[in-house]
């Protein structure tokens, strides 16, 4: 396993990394390389759950992880040191305090139904960069773990206010660029693009039905297909990729 070599922390913000894009998708590369240097030449996936066991050495459990927001339920937990953690027994019905030990991700049960299967790969690697960018983070917390709520994972959106924030960001920058890796994306996204007969550099929404219908739905789902992601993390990644164009001067 490639561990990443941390030189800036932020010591006000219990010691969070500060990384670059170009660092988090550098690492990215040199783990997958790593792990299936193979997927940097061909597109494909791979297992998430092989990832965090054997490459990663960690412990994975699949959990109903009890929650107190439903609207914004939790995901994934990764436990640095041994921790307790509240799980809905549905046995029971009953909220119980079980004992995880350290190195244990947990991913929730709900994310495993069939129709979220690329959001469980997505939530199981998010859990895995965690580990391999913020163990110095959460490690030394009292809690000793994290929580990943909807919100937090395949969320691009604005610019991160707090540390929190910033490591939530880079976990995901990390799962898109070890997912999505640029080296084929690109050059598949472009064979998709001469497919439907566009021949620019990118599609600005909202000026032709039949390309936004390409860009927002055929598109997303031949990449979710080939890479094993959802759609939604297949649309982002056409969008930070220049691909799709709002037109919008911001």
């Known amino acids: 396993m490639i561990r990443i070599k941390i030189t800036k922390v932020d010591k006000t913000n219990d010691n969070t990394p500060i990384l670059s894009n170009r660092q988090i998708d550098e690492y990215a590369h040199a783990v997958m390389k790593d792990y299936k240097p193979n997927l940097l030449h061909e597109p494909g996936t791979f297992s998430f759950e092989h990832f965090i066991e054997s ?72 859990e895995g960069a965690h580990y391999l960018l913020h163990h110095g983070v959460y ?58 007969n566009i021949f620019k550099r990118s599609i600005i929404l909202g000026r032709n039905d039949d390309l936004d219908t390409v860009a927002k739905h055929l598109m997303p789902e031949e990449i979710a297909d080939i890479y094993g992601v959802s759609k939604s993390a297949a649309y982002i990644k056409l969008f930070k990729s220049g691909f799709i164009d709002y037109g919008i001067n911001l």
């Open 55 to 126: 490459y990663l050495g960690l412990k994975l459990l699949f959990k109903d992880i009890y929650t107190d927001d439903t609207e914004n339920p939790i995901m994934g937990r990764t436990v640095f040191h041994d921790s307790i953690v509240q799980i809905f027994d549905r046995e029971t019905m009953n909220i119980v305090d079980e004992k995880v030990r350290a190195n244990t991700v947990i991913i929730d049960n709900a994310v495993m139904n069939d129709d979220f299967k690329g959001r469980a790969k997505f939530t199981g690697i998010h």
């Open 139 to 196: 490690s030394v917390k009292r809690t000793g773990q994290i929580c990943c709520r909807r919100e937090n994972v395949e969320n691009f959106r604005g610019l991160p206010q707090n540390a929190e924030q910033w490591r939530e960001h880079q976990a995901n920058r990390f799962v898109s660029s070890f997912i999505l890796p640029d080296s084929t994306f690109i050059p598949f996204v472009h064979q998709l693009m001469r497919k439907y």
